[in-house]
C-alpha cells in the first residue's frame, strides 16, 4: 500500500481556496435581488437588507406569529379560534414586499442562490425544532408542477439545511402529492382548506419510517397554514407522533 504524503490533503486545499478566487474574480457572488456584487455567495446587499423584517420574540407559542408586546408563552388569537394541526410552527421573516420579491425570484425566477440567504435565518428561528426532529420533509410539488418548475423550492431549502444536521435523516418522498391542486393564491382560508384537502398522501414505502417519528416539515411561505395543516394531517393519521413546520416567511396580519 503507497502512503499518501500528508501535504496533499494541504495542497488541494490550497489549490481550491486560490480557484475559489479566481471564480469570484471572473463571476463575482451578487445579491440574488439587487444584482450588487457581495462578499459570498447567498450574502444580501446592505441596502436590500433593511427591507426585512425578521421574526424574533415574541411570538405565538403555536403558530410563530410575531407579537407587538412581550406576552410570555401566549397562544395568538387565530391559533386559540382554529388550533393548528401541527404542534409549532416558525418562519424567519415576516412577508412583506422585499421578501416576497426575494422568494419569488428564488421559487420562479432560478435564483437558486438565494437559499444560501435562506439556511442562516432557518438555523436561528427553527433551532429548536430541528434539534427536535427525527426526519425532516419539504411540502412536496405535484409531478405535473415539478415539470413546470423544474424543481420544488421546499427541497432546495430542505437540502441545503440538512448540510448542517447529517445526522438528520431526510426523506423528500415521504409525502406525495397526489392532487394536482389549483394555486392556493388569492383564495381565502376556507378555500384553502377544501382546495388542498385530501391531496397529499403518505409514501407506502416509507410510512414505516414515519411511524412514531417527530417530523418536521420545510416549506418556503406560511399563507393561512392550510397546506402545512394538511401535511401535517397526513402525517398524524400514518403514525406520526408530532409534527411541526418551520417556512423562510410568513403572512402576518395587521
Known sequence: ?????????????????????????LLPPLCP?????????????????HELS???????????????????????????????????????????DASRDMILKFKHGDQLHAVKAFTPWLLQS?????????????????????LKRRYNQADIIARDLMRHYPEKTYIPDALLRVR??????HKKFEERKKNIRNAFEIHPEKSANI????????????????????????LLDGGASTVNVLTVARVVKE
Not at 439587487?34 to 450574502?43: E, F, H, L, P, R
Not at 397562544?75 to 379560534?81: E, K, M, P, R, Y
Not at 425544532?129 to 408542477?145: F, G, N, Q, T
Open 1 to 25: 500500500m503507497t502512503l499518501q504524503p500528508k501535504s496533499t490533503k494541504y495542497d488541494k486545499d490550497k489549490v481550491r481556496k486560490i480557484a475559489g478566487k479566481a471564480v469570484d474574480f
Open 33 to 49: 435581488i439587487t444584482g450588487d456584487i457581495v462578499d459570498k455567495i447567498g450574502m444580501i446587499s446592505p441596502e436590500f437588507w
Open 54 to 96: 425578521f421574526i424574533n420574540d415574541p411570538y405565538c407559542a403555536r403558530c410563530g406569529s410575531p407579537f407587538s408586546f412581550d406576552s410570555g408563552d401566549a397562544t395568538c388569537g387565530a391559533c386559540l379560534d382554529h388550533p393548528p394541526v401541527y404542534n409549532q410552527g416558525r418562519s424567519a421573516l415576516a412577508y412583506n
Open 126 to 146: 427553527g433551532k429548536s425544532l430541528i434539534d427536535e426532529a427525527d426526519i425532516i420533509i419539504p411540502v412536496p410539488l405535484h409531478r405535473m408542477r415539478i
Open 180 to 185: 394536482n391542486t389549483q394555486s392556493q393564491g
Open 211 to 234: 411511524d412514531n417519528k417527530n417530523i418536521l416539515i420545510i416549506d418556503d411561505v406560511y399563507t393561512t397554514g392550510a397546506t402545512l395543516n394538511e401535511c401535517a394531517q397526513t
